[in-house]
């Protein structure tokens, strides 16, 4: 199977056609109790721009046709179901205490703090086992060390997550030097959509190949972008169009790129950080349209 077909500029649409088939047909394979299967799929459902399940295609497009995609339509599946159990969480009152999500209610407010709670919990222990498991398997068979190698990707990035998440709280009505800032977001961020592309990587290159540094430099350039974009975005958009609160960081003070180096700054730090994630895709010298299509729509998107 090969994800994505068309290179034009519908790439984002088609990963989330993609992954929202892929993520409903992987809820249905688990009984859950209620309310904790309504909250469950109030949590993955309900949209968002599934940036990391469309990194991941990307990725599996430098080598078209690989028989391996089985795994990576798994490792995009996964790496949402992290990414969405991170909001709840995160949204909680304990947390940002936030109450809108993708134009929704946030879990929180709409299920309650016991069941969102849990709700993150279960996804955690759902994306893993899908990784493991057979879904989306066809005509071959996916060698174990590259689901293994996915595992440990995606364990290490969720434990980097959470890190960056405990030190961005601690900095709250803080100031704090650049340095600093970039190890918050390197991990809170940048991990998961580092593994993302990673754990697609190795589905279609071979260990050592120099392929794989090129692509943990990009992952390593766009995840950090993405932060200072959604910096940048909560200054600049309006909560109608950011589907959840603007302005949300200012009135707790966190510790953002533009309060540390102003906003015309910080708009310039995103391109730059953008023109290394670039460089590094200019290693290949085909099949990377699509990566290259994903990273231009994190640079100029408006919510």
């Known amino acids: 199977m090969t994800i994505l077909l068309n290179l034009n500029a ?5 990963a989330q056609q993609q992954i929202q088939q892929d993520l409903q ?4 394979g688990f009984s859950l109790p209620e309310p904790l299967k309504a909250a469950v799929h109030h949590t993955v459902m309900l ?9 991941c295609y990307a990725t599996a497009q430098l080598k078209a046709n690989h028989p391996n995609y089985a795994a990576v339509r798994r490792a995009a599946v996964a790496i949402e179901l992290i990414h969405c159990y991170s909001l709840a969480h995160d949204d909680l009152p ?12 946030t879990c929180h407010v709409a299920y309650g703090e016991d069941t969102a709670l849990l709700a993150g919990d279960i996804l955690q222990s ?3 086992e899908i990784l493991g498991s057979r879904l989306f398997d066809q005509m071959h068979s996916v060698p174990a060390a590259i689901v293994l190698k996915q595992m440990q990707l995606l364990a290490t990035a969720s434990s980097k997550m959470v890190c960056g998440q405990v030190l961005d709280l601690q900095a709250e009505g803080r100031r704090v030097d650049q340095a600093h800032l970039e190890e918050i977001h ?3 961020t940048g991990a998961l959509i580092q593994a993302a592309i990673m754990m697609a990587a190795v589905t279609i290159f071979e260990t050592g190949d120099p392929a794989i540094v090129q692509l943990r430099n990009f992952g390593l350039a766009i995840g950090l972008a993405f932060q200072v974009q959604d910096d940048i975005l909560d200054i600049t958009a309006e909560t109608a169009v950011l589907g ?9 003070e966190k510790s953002t790129y533009p309060a540390l180096m102003g906003l015309e700054q910080a708009q310039q730090y995103a391109q730059q950080l953008h023109d290394q994630a670039f460089s590094a895709l200019a290693y290949f010298e085909t099949g990377a349209e699509q990566l290259h299509q994903v990273s231009q729509f994190l640079l100029e998107r408006q919510s």
């Open 47 to 55: 949209g968002g721009k599934r940036v990391r399940p469309a990194l």
């Open 244 to 252: 959840k609160t603007a302005g949300k960081d200012q009135q707790v």
């Open 126 to 128: 759902m994306a893993f």
């Open 25 to 28: 047909v992987a809820l249905d």
């Open 94 to 105: 304990c947390m940002d205490n936030d109450l809108l999500r993708r134009g929704q209610p």
């Open 186 to 188: 390197r991990n809170k």
């Open 10 to 14: 519908e790439v984002l649409q088609q």
